[in-house]
């Protein structure tokens, strides 16, 4: 099987967290369009950062998960985070995990079953495991519904003001006081609606990262 190819970006949070370890001095950073877990523990020598160190860092990181997110707007509604675990995961593990999702989340959810595939959903909050070769893969993901139907019914009422403006002033109404008003009212409308999605939706994506992290970090710490 090929080596895993890890970013620039993966690569210095690789030699960040090993020269930690080590006390030891970062590397110049090297740019490519990826280097092998090998590559890394290569260029590791050259600084004095051991072969372990490095490939502890790179399971670290692993482990963390690939960040998932969706955007409405510029804006993210919708996060969420796949790990994948190189051996799998028990039912005490299963367990231990939606005990932590209920306390995290304050909600009883509702856990199902098919197969070797488990879920834990509570609205649009949804984490599922299946099966890989070797292990387990978890998905956790949501999104903020709500928010993205106000700020596209935002979008919405200010594109149709926009049309009605332009109506008016090709039909040389634009003196019409009462047209005006209406215009201007549904204006205002589609803001406040956009306004209030948007500012709904940036705490908490941030929150539900965080807390996708945390989850995870506790799940791979076996008791």
């Known amino acids: 099987m090929a080596e895993r190819q890890y970013s620039d970006e993966e690569a210095a949070a690789i030699f960040e967290q090993a020269s930690e370890l080590e006390h030891t001095a970062l590397p110049a950073r090297a740019e490519g369009k990826g280097l092998t877990l090998s590559a890394l523990q290569d260029i590791g020598r050259e600084v004095g950062i051991s072969p372990e160190s490095i490939a502890l860092a790179a399971q670290s990181l692993n482990q963390a998960g690939q960040p998932v997110v969706q955007k409405f707007m510029g804006l993210s509604i919708g996060v969420g985070r796949t790990v994948e675990f190189d051996q799998p995961l028990s039912d005490a593990d299963w367990e231990r995990l939606v005990a932590d999702l209920r306390t995290t989340f304050g909600a009883r959810g509702a856990v199902r079953y098919d197969g ?67 215009i201007g009212f549904m204006a205002f409308m589609g803001v406040g609606m956009f306004i209030a999605g948007a500012f709904r939706v940036s705490g908490w994506a941030r929150r539900r990262r965080e807390q996708f992290e945390q989850i995870i970090a506790r799940l791979a710490q076996k008791p």
Not at 123 to 140: D, K, S, T, Y
Not at 157 to 171: G, I, N, R, T
């Open 116 to 182: 070797p595939f488990r879920q834990w959903t509570n609205g649009n909050l949804q984490v599922l495991i299946e099966p890989i070769p070797n292990g387990h893969r978890v998905r956790l993901q949501t999104f903020k519904g709500d928010s993205r139907a106000m700020m596209g019914a935002g979008t919405v009422a200010l594109a149709a003001s926009a049309a009605s403006l332009l109506a008016v002033a090709l039909a040389g109404n634009l003196h019409d006081t009462g047209a005006m008003t209406g």
